[in-house]
């Protein structure tokens, strides 16, 4: 299959939970610059940068890979690591802090402290949650910011946290633009103070501080280890991690010890002691794992001491962890796979490229053949073999050294650190916990006082007495209904003046109401004739007066209709006054009897008398409000909303 083909493209994957990713863009962005002026000038703000983080990434240890920075491949294209778009001149990394969280706070202060060094650069940080920083302030962030708003809305600008408002970018901005608004000095993109400090208390005191993430512990290990631990530090990282991922198949390379429990020759190796310096989740993470001494391997004897026994037991996991470590990247890089090359094959999959196909079989290996051509013939290939060679063509370079055991003899090692921490954890857990439950009611306490703040200014513009009228349960109901819904829910009228309202016919709306309700205004009830409350007593009626026309033709059919519907209503009236459904509903007195008599009582004619709308809507929210006893519930709630104020209950039914 030719190489320039692409018939297994590789996928967008989801960032990985433990990986850091950030980008320094020089401000204001170079533009217009030839392609080898614009790569010197990140040449040389790239060695400016590392410059001033030599001193402190020289002698600190990372939890898995350390802070870098690099070029893109091509400053003036698209860069995909980040997710920056052409012409976006940048410098970016991606840190992998594994189990370690401090190092991924402790790189977001590295950066912090860059740009406040060289005040003409902006960054940016994110990880698989996204501008993760918004997160931790989430308690001082404007209502308007979420996830969908924050892309390219969040900067570190001389050492501070900058947002960019939607009054400046309505719609999510472009980069470019973005950057443009950060370093313009006449627009205000500074996060307010509560969210400066919300970010300052979790990287106070950084990077200074990191040290304190470190544990160093005397272990007694073969000689190659010793001897590569001396060179780099940070392989320890690396043998870690072999330990701790550890499968079937490469603690087999555990139980041989080829590398570093044997000499040249398959001579036997020196033991000795040496200190090891490590993060405080590696230490972790040696100390909780059960692993068993390969058969071979030297380990001292019980009436030696526990202490003698603990440093052997721990340099036992940490040569182990070397020796899979080594010689699983040795046989990765020599095929080149790697993970990078297991999720390109899990891709395959799911496109379904061996779909009917037996693992094994002709035309599955012939497909795998080709996909496997295609793999090393592209850049994921080439750059996977360097990362995964790396420690290893180290250690061998290491290793060539000539060295022996007699080289760490008379060494005066520093102590091993204290290691309660691992077992009296509980005490900065309830630290953590009250912080944050502190800032919980921080934001309460504001939240309370806001909403404080805006009863008084209500109450104090309102210019009508607080008694409590059943009118205005009615009044703010229609008002309910006037105003504007959608989707999203409806809008609850806060001031019954108010007259913004929906294109609609409001008459028209409360007249078909009327009808259908059988409900008649008190204006239409004092003029209305015997035989026109006969023909609207029920409250099934329908009122077609407006789709009256003088056409003959059409007023039989009106008539035959209103005969229907007069036929239909009084058939369906007698049904109804069969059941006790006329008891559950407050009716209007009918002006024909007398008014002491009960008003939802039928007429002597055995109709029903018309529906009080009003009455019926009060004698509802009343009822619910009074079984509520005072607590919160529908009833309240909508009434507090429409600003309707009712009494407290006293326990009896309105």
């Known amino acids: 299959m030719a190489a320039a083909s692409n018939p297994f493209p590789f996928p967008r994957r989801r960032p990985p939970d433990d990986t850091l990713f950030y980008a320094i863009y020089p401000l204001p962005l170079p533009a217009g610059l030839p392609a080898a002026a614009l790569h010197a000038s990140l040449q040389s703000l790239h060695l400016s940068l590392l410059s001033h983080l030599a001193p402190f990434l020289s002698t600190h240890l990372f939890h898995r890979d350390p802070f870098t920075l690099s070029l893109p491949s091509d400053p003036s294209g698209p860069c995909a690591p980040c997710a920056s778009p052409p012409a976006a001149p940048h410098l970016h990394g991606a840190l992998r802090f594994g189990d370690s969280l401090p190092d991924e706070w402790l790189a977001v202060s590295l950066l912090f402290a860059l740009t406040r060094a060289f005040p003409g650069v902006a960054a940016r940080a994110w990880d698989s949650d996204g501008d993760f920083l918004l997160i931790e302030a989430a308690f001082a962030l404007p209502r308007w910011l979420d996830p969908d708003t924050a892309p390219n809305r969040v900067f570190i600008f001389r050492g501070e946290l900058h947002i960019l408002p939607p009054s400046l970018f309505p719609a999510t901005p472009s980069l470019h633009a973005a950057l443009a608004a950060v370093h313009d000095e006449s627009v205000d993109t500074r996060a307010s103070d509560a969210v400066q400090a919300a970010i300052q208390r979790r990287i106070a005191g950084m990077p200074e501080r990191a040290a304190e993430n470190l544990h160093t512990a005397r272990v007694t290990v073969p000689a190659p280890v010793a001897k590569v631990l001396r060179e780099e530090p940070c392989l320890i990282a690396r043998a870690v991690e072999g330990l701790y991922d550890r499968d079937i198949d490469t603690m087999k390379h555990a139980a041989r010890m080829d590398r570093f429990l044997k000499g040249p020759g398959g001579e036997g190796i020196g033991m000795v002691r040496t200190s090891v310096r490590m993060t405080k989740a590696m230490y972790g993470q040696l100390m909780q794992q059960s692993f068993q001494a390969p058969r071979g391997y030297p380990m001292p004897r019980s009436e030696e001491g526990p202490d003698k026994w603990m440093e052997a037991e721990l340099g036992m996991k940490i040569a182990c962890g070397f020796e899979m470590m080594y010689q699983e990247r040795r046989h990765e890089a020599e095929e080149g796979k790697g993970s990078t090359w297991e999720v390109y094959k899990k891709s395959l999959e799911a496109t379904g490229c061996f779909e009917g196909l037996l693992p094994g079989s002709k035309e599955y290996k012939r497909i795998m053949e ?21 420690p290893v063509r180290r250690i061998d370079e290491i290793l060539a050294m000539p060295y022996s055991a007699e080289d760490f003899q008379g060494i005066n090692l520093p102590p091993s650190d204290d290691d309660s921490w691992l077992r009296n954890g509980e005490d900065e857990l309830n630290a953590e916990l ?19 703040q805006k009863q008084n200014v209500s109450s104090s513009s309102s210019s009508q007495p607080s008694e409590f009228n059943l009118g205005e349960i009615t009044d703010s109901m229609q008002e309910f209904v006037r105003k504007m819904s959608s989707f999203e829910g409806a809008e609850v009228p806060t001031n019954r003046e108010d007259t913004e309202t929906v294109d609609l016919d409001v008459n028209l709306f409360f007249k078909a109401m009327e009808s259908v309700l059988g409900r008649a205004s008190q204006e239409e009830a004092g003029n209305d004739t015997e035989a026109d409350r006969k023909s609207s007593s029920s409250d099934m009626d329908f009122d077609d007066s407006d789709f009256e026309n003088d056409s003959t033709e059409e007023a039989g059919e009106k ?12 058939a369906l009236n007698e049904e109804l006054s069969k059941t006790t459904i006329e008891e559950t509903f407050s009716r209007a007195q009918h002006p024909s009897t007398n008014s002491e008599g009960p008003s939802n009582a039928a007429d002597s004619d055995g109709e029903m008398a018309p529906v009080d709308v009003n009455l019926n809507l009060v004698e509802s929210f009343l009822n619910s409000y009074s079984s509520q006893q005072g607590l919160p519930g529908p009833a309240s709630n909508l009434l507090g909303l429409m600003g309707v104020k009712v009494p407290p209950p006293d326990g009896k039914k309105p």
């Open 370 to 390: 080709n996909a496997m051509q295609y793999y090393k013939s592209s850049s994921s290939f080439s750059r996977t073999r360097e990362m995964l060679s790396a």
């Open 559 to 570: 008539d035959m209709d209103d005969s229907f519907m007069e036929s239909y209503s009084d």
């Open 434 to 452: 009250q912080e944050r439950q502190k800032e919980m009611e921080e934001y309460a306490a504001v939240k309370k006082n806001r909403k404080s």
